[in-house]
């Protein structure tokens, strides 16, 4: 399976299609490539396609350090690197929106466009954030999270209602205790935000968020969309915070128009 070894960690990767123009998908916490599987069934014939897993998350064989999303953002410039890509797309969905947005800023001369997906320039809102670490606590207690427990983190980080919900939650599980708490303090930890940067990113940018997303609500989709110099915002009706694995098609229909102007 195809690995890249980018800054000490062993990246996994999948890709797709043969074109000369590139896009490269970014997954959510506690999700992995496979999120972007609609997307790329849907763009293959027509676009070069890179879906990678981060560190602390599936396949990618990651150290035991803490590290920022800045590192994850280089992480993928060197993915770049390894693939011979000298300007892409880039596509993040939550915590992969964080890493496109910072790898943006670092090398602004190697993105074509961005595609934001349920994801913000800010911080963590500290209404939310002592609700988490309980969450997180009950997440690693000997015996694993009580089904409350996983269900709640489902709603937050994909949605309500998505029949495979499962499968992932299951897969989540499986990540060992130390990993889990070094993404974690990771996405809590974030105090650097690029919202004052964001006039730097004059790429086209298209902002896509659910309407029920309750993770990061769509007012702060809103302004995000209106602070980008060359960006329009795209709601998916029905969605929660992974809207693309949950609403492919309404979100693959945005997507493929986008890309047909970029």
């Not at 029905?238 to 102007?261: C, I, Q, S, W």
Request: charged share 20%; aromatic share 8%; glycine share 8%.
């Amino acid at each position: 399976m195809p690995h890249a070894d980018v800054n000490g960690q062993r990246l996994f990767y999948v890709e797709a299609g043969e074109s000369g123009d590139v896009i490269v998908f970014s997954h959510g916490y506690f999700m992995s490539h496979e999120m972007f599987d609609a997307q790329i069934a849907a763009l293959r014939d027509r676009w070069r396609c890179v879906a990678w897993d981060e560190r602390g998350h599936g396949q990618t064989v990651t150290t035991p350090d803490s590290f920022t999303y800045w590192d994850s953002a280089g992480d993928l410039l060197g993915l770049l690197d390894h693939l011979g890509v000298d300007r892409a797309v880039l596509a993040g969905m939550s915590q992969g929106g964080y890493l496109s947005l910072r790898a943006a800023l670092m090398a602004p001369e190697r993105v074509r466009a961005l595609v934001l997906m349920d994801t913000q320039p800010g911080v963590e809102d500290p209404a939310k954030a002592a609700g988490y670490d309980r969450l997180i606590e009950a997440w690693v207690a000997p015996g694993g999270p009580p089904q409350e427990v996983v269900d709640t983190v489902s709603a937050i980080i994909i949605g309500p209602g998505y029949p495979d919900a499962g499968r992932w939650m299951e897969a989540a599980k499986r990540i060992a205790e130390p990993t889990v708490r070094q993404v974690y303090s990771t996405l809590m930890t974030r105090e650097d935000d690029v919202t004052p940067r964001l006039d730097e990113l004059t790429m086209p940018a298209l902002v896509v968020h659910g309407a029920q997303d309750a993770a990061i609500d769509l007012d702060t989709a809103r302004w995000f969309a209106d602070a980008l110099p060359d960006a329009e915002l795209v709601v998916i009706d029905g969605a929660g915070h992974a809207a693309n694995l949950t609403h492919p098609g309404a979100v693959n229909r945005a997507l493929e128009a986008f890309l047909a102007r970029v």
